[in-house]
């Protein structure tokens, strides 16, 4: 019992320490050696702000729209509101669609070689066709960050369902279940790791083609604060809304890693 | 003695070939309802071929099938499978993996919790119930595999060489287990393995099946009393006699 507790309060002085203090050290370190680089003159000031002069910039950027005439938070915002929409059309439609291929080899047949000839095509490869079709509004720009998160969502929905133990499905099969019962009872549970891989997969792709889809001309988010930063020679700016991405995207990944593990419990629980 | 079990299930002229290959050739036996069948043979004389065709995981090339009569039907007849690789579900608890075949059979909900709760004492599984496949040892996965296949209340059983890859001491405990279920709940089974002593020690019959292409080659009896004893005179005869038929240098 006593033993128990002892290593108990080790466990948790690990938790700490792994999980809390040395991921915040490493992020100071690199903190301290950026700042060093720009006050020795390492790299010009003109063209990297210091870290220290980020966190200036950020207060100020929450609530003063100049110069791209949009406040911080209301480019979060934009920016959250086009990814997440892409994200989730894509991953409401290309899950099913990635268990379907893979279970039923009359539609592999049909839709396999059609995904094969788009999956290769980048995202970014699509925006001009876009600006034709759909011109330059909120729906265009999902429809870019749709297509970045789609084929992962396919590809890892159909590799796992592939990847199901026969043995699993023979068990249900003699117990006298049908093909569609055997993917929901078996085939669909069993590739859910695989799929979550490909919902981390595509919201990380979605993230990341942000700024390639908010190259079209919008009037707010986090790529567009980007490429104003450019136009306005205002380095901050650009560093300011690629850090911004960067914890916006940590944060989700985190979030994603505790949903999954709650999802897939018979997976995680030693 | 006179078997007068009623048969349950009826193998006619069964013939399998894959392509020009004769795997199973002209198989007919009976199997009485509630009995313990052993079937062994050389390796690779098709013996999980046969038992895919039991239970109508492949078709066979000429022959029936019949269980009371009818041809046998996963969908319409209970059939259970213990396969020889782990077949748990590793997404479901101990609980909801026995309850799985019921499921599929749209058992109704009141008889599906007795059954299961039957099933669960017997195996002496309470402890495991919220357990999931990976946290239990592999007895324990595999107790639960059987308890799942018994839990159908199958017309037939079929298990292909559940205890191969187990060491002794387990085997022997699981060999227990599997006739303690059959005697208390009265199921026909048909039992696969290579090893003739597990057998001999398990079977009211054995079935001897030649080399490739594989017939009957011989039926015996065993009427030795339950609990056997693997050292006695009468079993080791029985044993020595068995290892002779299948010899095939």
């Keep these: 019992m006593n033993k128990n507790k002892t290593e108990n309060t080790l466990l948790k002085r690990d938790k700490w320490k792994y999980g809390v203090i040395i991921p915040v050290l490493t992020v100071v370190i690199f903190l301290i050696i950026w700042e060093l680089m720009v006050r020795v003159g390492v790299i010009p000031q003109r063209y990297l702000p210091k870290p220290s002069e980020l966190g200036n910039v950020f207060i100020d950027k929450l609530s003063n729209p100049r110069p791209e005439d949009s406040t911080l938070p209301s480019n979060i915002l934009s920016s959250l509101q086009v990814s997440l929409s892409g994200f989730l059309v894509a991953v409401v439609l290309g899950i099913p669609l990635g268990w379907f291929i893979g279970w039923y080899k009359g539609i592999n047949r049909f839709v396999r070689p059609i995904f094969e000839i788009i999956r290769p095509i980048p995202p970014i490869a699509w925006i001009p066709l876009t600006i034709l079709l759909l011109g330059i509004g909120f729906r265009a720009k999902v429809f870019i960050i749709f297509f970045s998160a789609f084929v992962p969502c396919v590809i890892n929905s159909y590799t796992g369902i592939k990847l199901t133990n026969i043995t699993l499905i023979n068990v249900a099969k003699t117990c006298g279940a049908s093909y569609f019962q055997i993917l929901t009872k078996v085939g669909i549970p069993s590739s859910l790791p695989m799929v979550f891989a490909g919902i981390r997969i595509a919201l990380g792709a979605s993230w990341a083609s942000l700024v390639a889809a908010e190259m079209l001309a919008a009037d707010s988010g986090l790529g567009f604060m980007i490429m104003m930063g450019r136009q306005f020679t205002r380095p901050d700016l650009i560093v300011l809304g690629m850090v911004v991405i960067g914890l916006i995207g940590a944060l989700f990944a985190f979030i994603l890693s505790k949903l999954e593990k709650k999802m897939v419990r018979w997976r995680s629980i030693k | ?249």
């Design chain 2, 1 to 249: 003695m006179k078997d007068k079990r009623i048969n349950k299930v009826e193998v006619k002229n069964l013939t399998k070939k894959f392509g020009d290959l004769l795997v199973l050739d002209n198989v007919s036996f009976k199997i009485k309802k509630g009995e313990f069948l052993c079937v062994v043979g050389p390796t690779g004389c098709g013996k999980t071929t046969f038992l895919n065709l039991l239970s109508c995981l492949c078709e066979p090339t000429s022959g029936d099938l019949l269980i009371d009569g009818e041809p046998a039907n996963p969908k319409k007849h209970n059939l259970a499978f213990v396969f020889q690789e782990p077949s748990s579900f590793p997404w479901l608890n101990v609980e909801q993996n026995i309850q799985f075949g019921l499921d599929i059979k749209k058992t109704r909900q009141k008889d599906k919790k007795e059954r299961v709760e039957r099933i669960i004492s017997l195996m002496g599984l309470e402890q495991f119930r919220n357990s999931y496949p990976h946290q239990l040892s592999v007895s324990t996965e595999q107790r639960q595999v059987i308890g799942r296949a018994f839990a159908m209340d199958p017309d037939l059983l079929l298990m292909d060489e559940p205890y191969g890859q187990m060491d002794i001491k387990m085997r022997y405990y699981l060999e227990d287990e599997v006739v303690r279920l059959w005697k208390e709940l009265g199921t026909t089974v048909v039992f696969i393995t290579h090893n003739i002593e597990e057998a001999v020690y398990l079977a009211e019959r054995i079935l001897i099946l030649s080399n490739k292409p594989a017939k009957i080659k011989e039926e015996v009896l065993i009427d030795l009393p339950r609990p056997r004893d693997v050292a006695d005179e009468k079993f080791v005869k029985i044993r020595k006699y068995v290892t002779d038929q299948i010899k095939w240098w």
